[in-house]
Nanobody, 122 residues
Framework: VQLQASGGGLVQAGGCLRL?????????????LGWFRQAPGKEREFLAA????????LYADSLKGRFTISRDSAKNTVYLQMNRLTPEDTAVYYC????????????????WGQGTLVTVSS
């Protein structure tokens, strides 16, 4: 399983970004795909997850509706739309895959992408 995250960059506070995670290497029909982030000096935290089949989703309560996860099965890609960004959203963002369904637990994810850096300026 290979996961390639992209779409990070520098954005001003209040702006938006869409991250992409291209998945390859196997059939993902029974997998959950998740997004996590890790800010400098902080632990990696769960953001959102989606079932590849069916599209059920799960979000961290802290996001307060600012982020939306989606997937395009034809492109084998999962997206994270991030709106109303603040400097506190500055972090490396990771996508990950799990065969344990819809999960917010980092230890459930066996496959990880390399991360993409998001920097939000004030």
């Amino acid at each position: 399983v290979q996961l390639q995250a992209s779409g990070g960059g520098l954005v001003q506070a209040g702006g938006c970004l869409r991250l992409s995670c291209a998945a390859s290497g196997r059939t993902f029909s029974h997998y959950g795909l998740g997004w996590f982030r890790q800010a400098p000096g902080k632990e990696r935290e769960f953001l959102a997850a989606i079932m590849w089949s069916g599209g059920s989703s799960l979000y961290a309560d802290s996001l307060k509706g600012r982020f939306t996860i989606s997937r395009d099965s034809a492109k084998n890609t999962v997206y994270l739309q991030m709106n109303r960004l603040t400097p506190e959203d500055t972090a490396v963002y990771y996508c990950a895959a799990t065969f344990r369904g819809l999960s917010k637990y980092m230890n459930d994810y066996a496959y990880w992408g390399q991360g993409t850096l998001v920097t939000v300026s004030s």
